[in-house]
């Protein structure tokens, strides 16, 4: 509790000079609101009425050099005037809170946004392969919401609260001890009453929340599964479920409402009786002349402004609850480890030389994905990476990126040890198009543009020719400007893995790495982006997952694994001399035709 | 993509759009006399407390006498009472209406959303439907139940203190009300933007929620392109406007407060002046000084209420106008009146009367075009003998769904007919259809609840053994019993709970307990392993056979055992026959054939 309190303090931080301004403006706001009442004492009692002026001598003399009671009684627009400047000065004061609270609230919620959005990114590759996207999303944005709208709010009304407390008491205390008891009687019952009423409702207003819940469960699943409904003529069985549900949820919030209908009868209830107190005996007291006329409209001002906050200080108190679970689980976020990445001055070129020896690397938890891997790659060469699901060929290749980091052995780049170099730097070197790609919520061309700064259209067009779709977005209504993603056209699995194929193609990496990014566009399409890859000018080192034998056979070389170990590697000519898994799919292509021989004979017995 | 952009609400007021709302308050009319006997009460004890007051200072403070203190407190008490009744009715009767109305449109648009036929489907995302039956309903419930009695609150607060201003002294009332005007045109003014405003807040929200979303989906793209920096300065550039117009939006709401307060306070040194004189004048008493006072402030809270209910109403056009679109679109494939009379309706089936379904089912001249006038199919024939299997291949867009949407009637032709055993299926009943209609996804679509719900939806009144032998049939009887809870399992939302391949094997024993005429299946494209392949292409077989089957089919195992198949480009049929005869034609099915068959063997080698 007192933990989650200091980080919401630090969460603060930064505005912390606008939060306090705000808690004095609406203080102050306090003050002036409570002086207006006893301006109109003073005027109903003294200016108009007869009774002796009651207040400190400093404030007499004012009046008395302003020519005294009489003046005022002839010219009673000077208090109505002060009344109005008064109300005017309180209200300048409202604005200031409502202006400097919204300020630090919303700069604190963009501080928070900020920091959140920048710490995900830098997480480690690892994170977002597990991450829970709808969870990290509510964290993101309702957890902060919870806390963005109680510093804006509840904080400040906080504020407000023990300033009307500490303000009216006193005066209170000061025009009669009497009705001061009576004007506070029943505020620690209604204190109470509000707080327990809030935390005993929470339970009701959370079940009112489930069955919303459940609510778009069913018609979520009804929607997405209309195709099902109608081929099984169920629109009935259907409507009779979506009726049970809707019922519920009607009954249950209305449960909610029921209980806040209590809530507010009670309280009123409550705060009536204390408001008649004071009138009554208020009215006792001042027909038998124990206290002025004007007294008792103060306290009969002052009963109402008195009982508002209270009212609200239960609600506070548990919102307060709530929104530290939120700092809680905001925290949470960040303090996962980020990335570690070395920041090195030293950038050097990188032609595309990679040498693996004795690489190892397992996860966490000890296994080994990758056992002794060694190998050569020169600059300018296609090695091609073959091996059952779980062979551990995209770990293979997410090393060299610096994805993820390996535990033993070495790769060396142009010959430099690649943990030694600047993580960034190395990414900008290393192309990779990952199995399953992302395009963001822009056009296509800005999607396409995304690795490369300042890069001008003809490189765009290249690129999308290379990757083969330049013809596909071209036969898009708004062609290049399509916009995709989210709120865009959707497009197909192949037609992403082209257009992220093309956005690789954009920058010239000396080393280019497809991981298994080519399985989704067919066979020709493969084929026609090979070819256009190979008659590029600028030759990459580029490392190609792929089961298809005809992008494996052109490969300079064949690396094939199993079980995280390098079990074959050499030429196509070298490896179908071998027995293995690479010859095996290569004697796929005669079993093909074997198979076709087969049917057509059988067609032909069958004439 | 959606057709429907989020539009922004019309500027006019469109009194024809809320009285067809307000039909739906037609069952709460008992509710709503209670609400408008209550809130006029309510209106009245806020206007007789400042009352009570005067009377308490004229009769007992100023003569200083204690006449009738004993009756004042009576009254008093009878009124906090009536009052903690009254507040008490009032929200629970506002709020049964508010939900009542949730409810009963809610239902409606339920009942239309069972009716409206694919093509609205089509081009309808789910989110946007979402979004109309849970948030917007539930604006409109609000607006109309807690709007109606605010507002008749508002005004009858309104004239009540009038009333009682001007009996006490109208000149003193008219004189208080002169602010009144003003406070009016600046309320309006002020609620209007300060709800636009906050509009845009909430606009900019769900951007800075759907940049989240990217941030966090494409953080491993991200990585790979170095975009780190350039991301951070995009979501910078979100975040500074949702700070922007979040501070603008409560700068608004911080203006109108202090303009109100300042205007209430006119009001009130225009009576203490006036009403001061009045008093030193003795024309009036001391309590009808305090009572106006009091009112003053009093007059402020209706008309703010009223000017927010208003520029609400304005902004639940909008709402309103999506949700009743939808409710009151009519849908594209419905039974004409005398086939109902014949056959029944969704709710009574006339079930005596339904001929039995052979099979046959044929295309004649069909066209088919959708609505913004892309043409799909043109001059379609294709004769299905009962009992047939049919696969369509083709590439997406070719026209395969098309046609397999208009075997089942979830399209209709533009042009030509289609007949099911001779004849136009228009002149049968879209239930006798779909009643005899198996339909599979391969992607399959489950719904909350357990396996056995989920399998009783083929047939509803199934018995449990029933239930076990189509489980069988298709072997998932096994893989069933093998769970915890066996056929109590969960299943989770969707499904999430299974794997793919077990929720494709219950969908088959769904549909093979429905025991349909005519069967479709729509294969997936994405790969499974040989052995879950196998056990599925035996439950297929087991649920083709004897019926008429169309298959939008990619697994050459599937292709193959049909009897006849079709290869669709551009909605032309061309290639035609069985698995042997198109091999030989070494067309469009040869190369898809052999690309398929080393894509199929090459996973298999790969998967262990």
């Known amino acids: 509790m007192l933990y989650k309190l200091r980080l919401l303090w630090n969460f603060m931080r930064g505005s912390k000079s606008l939060y306090t301004g705000a808690i004095f403006a609406v203080g102050l706001a306090t003050l002036f609101s409570l002086v207006i009442p006893l301006v109109l004492r003073v005027m109903i009692d003294s200016v108009i009425g007869n009774e002796p002026i009651h207040m400190p001598g400093r404030l007499i003399s004012v009046i008395q050099t302003l020519g005294g009671r009489s003046v005022l009684t002839k010219n009673l627009w000077i208090g109505s005037l002060l009344i109005v400047a008064l109300t005017l000065l309180r209200g300048l004061f409202l604005f200031l809170k409502g202006k400097w609270s919204a300020v630090a609230s919303e700069s604190t919620a963009r501080n928070i946004r900020e920091r959140l959005y920048d710490h995900l990114q830098h997480l480690p590759y690892d994170y977002h392969v597990k991450a829970k996207t709808g969870d990290l999303i509510q964290r993101c944005t309702s957890d902060l919401n919870t806390i963005r709208r109680f510093l804006a709010v509840q904080f400040i009304e906080v504020g407000r609260a023990i300033f009307m407390v500490g303000a009216v008491l006193p005066i209170m205390l000061i025009l009669n001890i009497q009705m001061t008891l009576i004007s506070t009687a029943v505020i620690p019952i209604i204190f109470s009453f509000a707080f327990i009423f809030f935390i005993k409702v929470r339970r009701a207003f959370q079940i009112s929340d489930e069955a919303e819940g459940r609510l778009s469960t069913v018609l979520q699943e009804n929607l997405t599964g209309v195709r099902v409904v109608r081929a099984f003529a169920r629109q009935t069985f259907e409507i009779d479920k979506f009726d049970n549900i809707n019922c519920e949820f009607r009954d249950l919030t209305y449960r909610l409402i029921w209980l806040l209908a209590w809530y507010w009868s009670i309280s009123d209830f409550i705060c009536l009786i204390q408001i008649g107190a004071v009138l009554v005996l208020g009215a006792y007291w001042a027909s038998k002349g124990m206290i002025s006329l004007g007294t008792f409209f103060v306290f009969s001002s002052y009963v109402w402004m008195l009982l508002w906050p209270v009212r609200q200080m239960g609600r506070i108190l548990t919102d307060l609850g709530k929104t530290l679970v939120s700092v809680g689980r905001i925290q949470e976020v960040l303090t996962e480890p980020i990335e570690d990445k070395k920041v090195s001055a030293h950038k050097p070129r990188i032609s595309g030389e990679v040498e693996f020896r004795n690489v190892s690397f397992g996860y966490e938890n000890g296994k080994h994905i990758l056992k002794n891997i060694s190998f050569r790659a020169k600059k300018g060469q296609t090695i091609a990476i073959l091996g059952p699901t779980g062979s551990g060929k995209s770990s293979l290749v997410h090393l060299l990126p610096g994805l993820y980091d390996y535990q033993s052995g070495s790769i060396k780049l142009d010959g430099m040890e690649l943990k030694g170099l600047d993580k960034k730097w190395l990414r900008q070197n290393i192309g990779i198009v990952l199995q399953e790609p992302f395009l963001f919520s822009k056009t296509v061309k800005d999607n396409i543009a995304l690795a490369k700064k300042g890069v001008e259209e003809a490189e765009i067009f290249e690129a999308a020719s290379i990757a083969a779709v330049h013809d596909v977005i071209q036969g898009f209504e708004k062609g290049y400007e399509t916009p995709v993603g989210e709120r865009g056209v959707t497009l197909s699995g192949g037609q992403k893995q082209r257009v992220a194929i093309a956005r690789t193609l954009v920058r010239d990496y000396p080393i280019l790495i497809f991981d298994d990014s080519l399985s989704a566009v067919d066979v020709e399409t493969d084929a026609a982006i090979r070819k256009a890859l190979k008659e590029r000018s600028h030759k990459a080192t580029t490392f190609i997952i792929s089961h298809r034998i005809n992008t494996l056979s052109e490969a300079d070389k064949i690396l094939v694994l199993e079980n995280g170990e390098l079990v074959q590697s050499g030429t196509h000519n070298e490896l179908v001399r071998q027995e293995g898994l690479y010859r095996k799919i290569w004697s796929l292509q005669n079993e093909l035709e074997e198979e076709l021989e087969h049917e057509i004979e059988e067609e032909k017995q069958l004439i | 993509m959606s057709i429907h952009e989020e539009e922004e609400y019309k500027k006019r007021f469109d009194w024809g759009l809320w009285k067809r709302l307000l039909c739906f308050l037609k069952p709460y009319k008992k509710h709503l006399t209670i609400l408008g006997i209550v809130v006029i009460l309510l209106a009245g004890i806020d206007t007789v407390f400042p009352l009570l007051t005067k009377y308490a200072v004229d009769n007992f403070i100023v003569p200083k006498s204690l006449d009738g203190l004993w009756g004042f407190c009576f009254i008093y008490a009878v009124l906090i009472i009536i009052q903690a009744v009254v507040v008490w009715l009032f929200i629970a009767v506002a709020g049964k209406v508010d939900m009542g109305l949730c409810y009963d449109i809610r239902k409606k648009g339920f009942q239309r959303l069972q009716e409206l036929s694919f093509t609205y489907y ?487």
């Open chain 2, 122 to 608: 089509d081009r309808t995302q789910v989110g946007w439907l979402m979004a109309r039956m849970t948030s917007d309903i539930s604006r409109l419930g609000d607006t109309i139940a807690w709007g109606l009695v605010d507002m008749i609150w508002g005004f009858t607060m309104m004239i009540a203190i009038t009333g009682v201003m001007f009996y006490l002294n109208w000149r003193l009332a008219l004189i208080s009300l002169t602010v009144v005007p003003v406070l009016v045109i600046i309320s309006l003014f002020f609620q209007k933007k300060i709800l636009r405003s906050y509009r845009l807040v909430r606009k900019t929200n769900s951007r800075i929620t759907g940049a989240f979303n990217e941030g966090i989906m494409g953080a491993k793209t991200t990585k790979t392109l170095v975009r780190e920096k350039e991301n951070l300065r995009e979501f910078q550039v979100i975040t500074d406007e949702m700070f922007g117009s979040s501070v603008r939006a409560a700068i608004l709401s911080s203006l109108y407060l202090p303009a109100v307060l300042t205007l209430g306070s006119i009001g009130t040194a225009l009576v203490l002046w006036f009403g001061g004189e009045g008093v030193l004048s003795n024309a009036i008493t001391y309590g009808t000084l305090l009572a106006f006072i009091s009112y003053t402030v009093q007059f402020f809270e209706p008309v703010r209420e009223l000017a927010r209910i208003f520029a609400e109403l304005q902004l639940a056009q909008a709402s309103a106008e999506r949700t009743l679109s939808m409710i009151e679109t009519e849908p594209d494939i419905k039974d004409s009146p005398e086939i109902i009379k014949k056959y029944g309706d969704m709710f009574k089936p006339k079930e005596e009367n339904w001929p039995e379904v052979k099979g046959n089912i044929s295309f004649r001249n069909v066209s088919f075009a959708y609505k913004d006038g892309e043409k799909v199919l043109e001059n379609f024939n294709l004769n299905v003998k009962a009992g047939e299997t049919i696969a369509l291949v083709g590439e997406t867009g070719s026209g395969k769904s098309t046609i397999v949407n208009l075997a089942c009637r979830f399209y209709e032709p533009t042009k030509g007919e289609i007949l099911i055993d001779g004849v136009d299926y228009r002149k049968r009943s879209l239930l006798w259809l779909h009643s005899n209609l198996g339909y599979v996804l391969q992607t399959p679509h489950l719904f909350s609840g357990t396996i056995e719900e989920n399998i009783r939806y083929g047939r509803l009144n199934a018995k449990d053994d029933e239930i076990e032998n189509a489980a069988k049939l298709v072997n998932a009887h096994n893989f069933i019993i093998g769970l915890e809870n066996g056929y109590q399992t969960e299943v989770g939302e969707g499904g999430g709970r299974l794997s793919t391949g077990e929720k494709q094997l219950i969908s088959f024993a769904r549909a093979i307990l429905a025991n349909p005429r005519i069967f479709v299946l729509d294969e997936a494209t994405s790969s499974i392993d040989t052995e879950t392949e196998r056990v599925i292409q035996k439950a297929i077989e087991t649920m083709l056979r004897g019926r008429t089957s169309f298959i939008i089919a990619h697994r050459l195992s599937t292709i193959r055992s049909a009897d006849r198949i079709m290869v669709i480009r551009e909605g032309k049929i061309t290639e035609e026959g069985n698995h042997h005869e198109l091999l030989n034609e070494k067309g469009y099915y040869y190369r898809l054939y052999t690309n398929q068959f080393m894509e199929e063997q090459e996973t298999r080698l790969l998967s262990v």
